[in-house]
Each structure stands twice: as structure tokens, then as C-alpha cells.
Nanobody, 124 residues
């Protein structure tokens, strides 16, 4: 049975860092594209980063480019999200998700399965 478990969220001051982890089971990271999206109250869901399984290409939305970094460890089926220079507007529930990478689209992340999410709050 496929399962995704996120961890690492919490409260951090503006300018701080957090590292989220995503443990997947029931499938291999070599079989699916994987990434993260976030959902803040009153805002649309934002699929801000993902990895293309075929060649390892990565996508970052402008809102996180240069501050966030996604990586994956195929040996332990875990994906990480390093978040630096956090801003209050990064506050949201962060979800790890799998699906497809649509390389011909400007926003290539397409998700069809995700975990329960982890809360990230950026506040002083």
C-alpha cells in the first residue's frame, strides 16, 4: 500500500531555515515524479517544486527559487526540502506528493497522491 509521510515542520523566525523530509513506501522514487506543494488559508494550492524521474530535472516556482532546494535519496526512498531565508508568506501546510512531470508545461508538477502534510509557520 502506497504511503507518504512528511516531517520537519514547525515554527521558525523570518530568515530562518527548516528541512522537511518525506518518506515514501509502497513504490519507488524511480517510478514517479515527486515534489511538494503548499496550501495556505485563503490561498490557492501552489505546486512549487518537483523532480522529473527520467532525468532528475527540477522545477522551482519563482516564489521559492534560490531559497528552497529539493533532493531525493533513492536508497532510503526519502525526499527532502531544504528551506532557507524563510518569509512569513511561506507559512502554509506543506505536502509531499507524487505524480507526473510535464516538461512541456511552464508549471510541470502534476500530483495525484500526497501525504497528510506538515505545518510550517514563519513568524517572529
Amino acid at each position: 500500500q502506497a504511503q507518504i509521510d512528511e516531517a520537519g515542520g514547525g515554527l521558525v523566525q523570518p530568515g530562518g531555515s527548516l528541512r522537511l523530509s518525506c518518506a515514501v513506501s509502497g513504490f519507488s522514487l524511480e517510478e514517479v515524479a515527486i515534489g511538494w506543494f503548499r496550501q495556505a488559508p485563503g490561498k490557492e494550492r501552489e505546486a512549487f517544486t518537483c523532480i522529473d524521474t527520467s532525468d532528475g530535472s527540477t522545477y522551482y516556482a519563482d516564489s521559492v527559487k534560490g531559497r528552497f532546494a529539493i533532493s531525493r535519496n533513492k536508497n532510503n526512498n526519502t525526499v527532502y526540502l531544504q528551506m532557507n531565508s524563510l518569509k512569513p508568506e511561506d507559512t502554509a501546510v506543506y505536502y509531499c506528493a507524487t505524480g507526473d512531470y510535464y516538461s512541456d508545461l511552464p508549471e510541470p508538477c502534476g500530483y495525484d497522491f500526497w501525504g497528510q502534510g506538515t505545518q510550517v509557520t514563519v513568524s517572529s
